[in-house]
């Protein structure tokens, strides 16, 4: 029974929470608006939306289905108006000459419409309507914005993309450059006269700061200071072609494929802070992410700064149809990319702009190829540029580097419908699309295969006739003999002699001739010190600071060549004189670092226009004179053997060094104290230059004691 009664209770309250939910669903039923079926109105419009496009903007909308034949049958068509929002804003308010315009007659059929010749980066809003004359119906007011057209701004907007891709290129190359520290001078300092090995090391080099500039400039300049042979930088140089490559792939995996452009602010967020630290590699590393992440700041900018052509416009036409003359306009478009490229003074910059404008449509897939061998021609001028201040050595080198180079773009041409075939038949093969047929979506990938395929067979074929490019590169660039053939090692090769002893006479003279070259920078500083010409001051200093650079390879060479020597067994005399030496080559080359400065003391000394007195320079020459006789002792003593050399000389001629040094800063100090007319400025470069000629002084001496064993 009581069952029952739950069982009744049960049924009884569901019966009633079931009606009342029917009765509340048919009120709500009642009571939300109905919508007139058949009925035209604002409603009626439905959908509309707005995108931006050159000086002007697309509309797009829908019309009701239910209610379209009534529209039809009644003769509606569509309108558009429209207005800057400044000035819908000031016709609310009764201005004159802030009147909407209106768009009327367009079918009814359609569904988009294109507003043009509007003002550029410029915000509008509209609104679509139907009107059939008598009634007229407008949707709500929507927003709208224009893109700026194409002059000199945009082109301003192109120049400065492609200089911000330049400078964190340039950023990122020196960071990665400096994180390597001395390490990448030692690999390259290293290398033997194996070509292979060569090029794995130019490869190698351009692979981690990606820059193959920052390579073939050091090669040229080892090859001027003698520590590397022709043969060996003609490795180094076809490494560092293909070594360039991944910067093509690099740019088209994050820079089209991935868009890392919107990560670069969360990549800058975590390298500045590095910039902080106290050890100098991790803010080299810090530089690395920030130069990564404004590069591809840069590119992303630079592809919204290409202006957006569609296939009928003149520029693009220009390219399809030159590109069908055979084999004259790929030797058009290879003179087109050298050009940019020695305009912009970097291959991949070039590159990523090649790359940024297949990308938009504007030149097909073998017009952008044949740019790109026009690209690898234009980076020789690098190596050109910089072998210009330098030996015939450093010139010779720089012309295998451009031979290289035009031998490779030469037979390309003649081979470029059949490597383009090829590369068609590769990516189609492989399933990452036609580049002919898609270049907008495929194009980039194709140029990165075509550049790696062109540089890797280039060194296969070239690499065997090195020893061709130099004889070619020496009958090409005559020396002028004198100057023009110093400054390479004449008696350390790239090996050492049977016995360590034989080895130490070859090193001896080396030395003796690396003290003759640090001497000759006494007589460029005190010609420097004397002379007007501005002209004339930044050669010295050029000169100077070449003369500095020479002292540092020469260093690390001497030494390496030492520290095989003491591979072997040593006796002890041998080892004393070992030491010696090293620490000779490490002041000879501290005392070049103390010239630099001075010249750089006396460059700012012309920036700002700071006068020495009479008397000042007259001093300064009676030091110079103490000083290039310690010269000649030094000399003097690294000729001789070492159980021949006395050191008296050294040190009387050292200590007038340090007497006449104390006389000037006696009478500078004087000078001071007596309220005389002495430049403040002037008066600590002065006393910085005096300085540190005590201290060249001090490492001459020093040398003469590295030949006795005195260390």
Do not use: C
């Amino acid at each position: 029974m009581k069952n029952k009664l739950v069982l009744s209770f049960a049924v009884f309250f569901f019966t009633f929470f079931a009606f009342n939910a029917n009765a509340q669903s048919d009120n709500n039923v009642e009571n939300a608006p109905k919508k007139s079926i058949g009925t035209i109105s604002s409603k009626t419009i439905e959908n509309v939306s707005s995108s931006s496009a050159v000086e002007g903007f697309k509309v797009s909308w829908n019309l009701d289905y239910e209610v379209f034949q009534k529209l039809k049958s009644e003769g509606y068509k569509v309108l558009i108006k429209y207005n800057t929002k400044i000035g819908a804003k000031r016709h609310e308010k009764g201005y004159a000459n802030s009147d909407w315009t209106e768009l009327k007659g367009i079918d009814i059929h359609e569904t988009k419409y294109s507003i043009n010749n509007l003002a550029g980066e410029e915000s509008y809003v509209f609104k679509v309507g139907v009107s059939n004359g008598t009634d007229t119906f407008w949707s709500e007011k929507k927003s709208a914005k224009t893109k700026r057209g194409w002059g000199i701004f945009k082109f301003l907007v192109l120049i400065g993309s492609l200089g911000m891709f330049i400078y964190g290129m340039k950023i990122m190359s020196e960071g990665l450059q400096q994180a390597a520290g001395s390490r990448l001078r030692y690999l390259l300092g290293s290398i033997t006269s194996n070509r292979v090995k060569g090029v794995l090391t130019g490869f190698g080099i351009t692979s981690i700061v990606q820059s193959s500039s920052v390579t073939t400039v050091m090669t040229v300049s080892f090859v001027n200071a003698g520590l590397m042979t022709l043969v060996q930088s003609a490795g180094v140089m076809m490494g560092a072609n293909i070594g360039t490559t991944i910067t093509g792939w690099i740019i088209n995996i994050f820079g089209f494929k991935v868009s890392i452009g919107s990560y670069a602010l969360v990549l800058i967020a975590i390298g500045a802070p590095l910039m902080f630290f106290g050890k100098q590699k991790v803010k080299a590393w810090s530089n690395a992410i920030i130069g990564f992440s404004l590069l591809f700041m840069g590119l992303g900018f630079l592809k919204d700064a290409v202006p957006e052509l569609g296939p009928d416009s003149w520029l693009v036409q220009f390219f399809v149809d030159f590109k069908d003359i055979p084999f004259l306009s790929t030797l058009l478009f290879v003179l087109l990319g050298t050009f940019v490229t020695v305009i912009v003074q970097s291959s991949s910059a070039a590159m990523a702009l090649t790359m940024t404008l297949v990308a938009g449509g504007i030149i097909p897939f073998e017009v952008a190829a044949a740019m790109i061998l026009g690209e690898n021609i234009g980076t020789t001028i690098t190596a050109e540029l910089a072998s210009t201040i330098g030996n015939v050595h450093a010139k010779r080198s720089a012309r295998i580097h451009s031979l290289f180079n035009i031998i490779g773009v030469t037979w390309a041409v003649l081979l470029f419908p059949f490597i383009l075939d090829g590369i068609e038949y590769f990516m189609t093969a492989i399933g990452t699309g036609n580049p002919f047929t898609n270049p907008k979506e495929h194009a980039n990938t194709g140029i990165a295969i075509f550049h790696t395929t062109f540089n890797l067979l280039n060194v296969f074929v070239l690499i065997w006739f090195v020893p061709n490019l130099v004889r070619v590169a020496e009958r090409t660039v005559k020396s002028k003999g004198g100057q023009d053939e110093e400054f390479h090692l004449d008696y350390i090769g790239a090996g050492y002699m049977s016995t360590p002893d034989l080895s130490m006479l070859e090193a001896k003279k080396e030395i003796a001739k690396f003290g003759e070259l640090t001497s000759r920078m006494s007589g460029f500083s005190r010609e420097l010190l004397f002379e007007k010409s501005r002209k004339n001051q930044q050669k010295l200093i050029d000169r100077i600071a070449k003369y500095e650079e020479i002292t540092d390879r020469v260093e690390i060479e001497v030494a390496n060549y030492l520290g095989k020597i003491s591979e072997g067994e040593l006796s002890v005399d041998t080892a004393v004189r070992i030491r010696g030496m090293n620490s000779i080559v490490n002041d000879l080359e501290r005392i070049g670092d103390v010239f630099y400065q001075i010249s750089k003391g006396l460059e700012r000394k012309a920036e700002d226009k700071i006068w020495f007195t009479p008397q000042q320079r007259e001093r300064l020459a009676e030091l110079f004179d103490l000083v290039d006789e310690a010269f000649v002792v030094m000399i003097e003593n690294l000729n001789m053997h070492s159980a021949d050399v006395s050191l008296d000389a050294a040190i009387a001629i050292e200590e007038k060094i340090n007497a006449k040094r104390d006389e000037i800063r006696s009478e500078y100090l004087d000078a001071l104290s007596n309220d005389e007319e002495v430049h403040m400025k002037g008066g600590i470069i002065y006393n910085d230059i005096f300085a540190s000629l005590e201290k060249v002084g001090d490492h001459i001496i020093n040398v003469s004691e590295g030949i006795v064993g005195k260390v």
